[in-house]
């Protein structure tokens, strides 16, 4: 009797573990999620051991990845596989061909395929609302399920095909070596976007992390835990209450969710990054900075240097100046500028609000253009410098509110309770109420205005430490996220994009 009973629990556990494995649509696999990290325990002795044959690395990493993207996605792993064929098929056509017209339709065949996919996806039913609306139609939505990440490896994809095209990279010598890049699994599904003029040699050399980057790596990841698994998720659960019913909350509250959802954002965005960075750079890779300090900007421009610098900087080089930079007159830089930030709205997601998110974004960086001559002559003091940032983080916060609300109504709404139904008597009342929220507000503004100098030391400091220390801070973490964790892994914003 023990024995089957220890038989019948042990094929229970055995199933149980099974299906964990699979592809779990309510629960995609996550940076933060146990089970991604106990996987990872088991793939990196495996990669270090592998790492002296390059070609045995390549195939190890990229079925690990394309089981990621499974676990995180379901069966679009196949899709993902077929575009990487694709390109890499086409590319090599372009760099053979020695008809620059024919590079050119070859080029532009890529880019249309990708964005035909991506449009299928992601905008299908958004053009076919507005369509319906306008011919006044009874409209049904599509069954469409969006694949994660996919904006973000379709620009990988399209920025590789076009510098293939300009000859400023040589295609992927193999298309195992393409998918590599493509599919690499700490960037997959929400960046930072690699180009592929700087992944593609790194996966060339093949070389070894020093000891150095291997725990800068770990201190990126428990940083990235922090922000997300930690801040970004506790502090989410009072910002959800505003968001959800905006009617029912007063002006302070209402002000202090939408102050704790501009945090949540870069908190919950910036941390998966520092995850991702980490995670390449254990394993050897660098993938480059995605964020520093944003809210520290005093100017739009200075902001969109320093958000989702690699989106920033991928529609700075393949909108932007394509469609003329600054080398075609005043008005159409003001027009460039506004169109790229439109662009870059519509890529944020389907529905107007991202739209006029993009727009607002492209007028602000219009008039900030207009006005350098007059703010030139302005100044630079402690004051003109408090009231630069007071302004940009204000203008950014309220746009916020249109990325994040339900609607353009309850956009409105949140933005005109601000300003109407505030009573600065609350405020002593919110804090009590809500002190642990509060308390980890201020901390992570402390934090985000630390000197970069400050940060780096005590990055160094972590790495330079005894093992002992390291697994102390390790423990510390963990213990914090056990803590003040949700019920449920929530997932990253970014997923939906």
Known sequence: ???????????????????????????????????????????????????????????????????????????FFLMLMATSLVDWSISRWIAASRSKGKKLSLMWLSILISLSILGYFKYANFFLWNWNQMVEGNFQPLDIILPVGISFYTFQSISYVVDVYKGRIAPARTWLDYLFFLSFFPALVAG??????????????????????????????????????????????????????????????????????????????SGYSDMAIGLAAIMGFKLGINFDSPYQSRNLTEFWR??????????????????????????????????????????HGAAWKFVFWGAMHGVGLAVHKMCKPILKKIPDNWFTVLIFW???????????????????????????????????????QFFEARMVWCVMMICLVAFHFVPRGLSQAMQGMFIKSPWIVKLAAFILVVQLVIEFMSEEVAPFIYFQF
Request: net charge neutral; glycine share 6%; proline share 4%.
């Open 1 to 75: 009797m023990m024995w089957d009973s220890i038989v019948n629990n042990s094929d229970l556990v055995l199933n149980n573990f099974g299906e964990t494995l699979l592809y779990d649509p309510k629960a995609p696999m996550l940076f933060s999620s146990g089970i991604f990290w106990i996987l990872f325990i088991v793939f990196l002795p495996l990669y270090a051991l592998l790492k002296r044959s390059k070609l045995q690395m390549t195939i190890f990493v990229v079925l690990f990845s394309l089981y990621f993207y499974y676990k995180s996605s379901g069966m």
């Open 390 to 428: 007071a302004v940009t983080f204000t203008y950014v916060s309220l746009l916020w509110v249109f990325f994040r609300a339900k609607d353009f109504s309850d956009s409105v709404l949140i933005i005109s309770n601000i300003f109407v139904n505030f009573d600065w008597a609350q405020i002593p």
């Open 192 to 269: 930072p976007i690699v180009r592929a003029d700087y992944f593609l040699p790194q996966l060339e050399k093949n070389e070894r992390p020093t000891d150095t980057e291997i725990w800068a790596g770990l201190w990126l990841i428990m940083i990235g835990v922090v922000k997300k698994a930690l801040i970004a998720d506790y502090i989410a659960q009072y910002n959800d209450l505003i968001f959800n019913n905006p009617e029912l909350y007063t002006g302070v509250q209402t002000l202090m969710g939408v102050l704790g959802y501009t945090m949540q954002i870069y908190c919950d965005f």
């Open 306 to 347: 320093r958000w989702h610098i690699s989106l920033s900087s991928w529609l700075r080089d393949y909108v932007y100046i394509p469609l003329g930079g600054n080398r075609k007159g005043t008005f159409r830089t003001y027009l460039n500028n506004f169109l790229t930030m439109l662009i870059g709205g519509l890529w």
